[in-house]
């Protein structure tokens, strides 16, 4: 994700690339917004171009 505590990491992924803070926002308030009645066990975000396993 694309933030001031990613920096570090500019030189190996460009910030266009990163996911951006937006996509993780809207995430967690789709999260939060759901009823008591459903549970969520896992939530895997990855990079459209990473192997989903590593940044």
Do not use: F, N
């Amino acid at each position: 994700m694309d933030t001031d505590l990613a920096a570090w990491k500019h030189d190996e992924i460009e910030p266009a690339r990163m996911i951006p803070v937006e996509d993780v926002a809207e995430l967690v308030a789709s999260l939060v917004s759901m009823t008591r009645r459903s549970m969520i066990g896992h939530v895997a975000m990855a990079r459209s171009d990473s192997d989903g396993r590593r940044a």
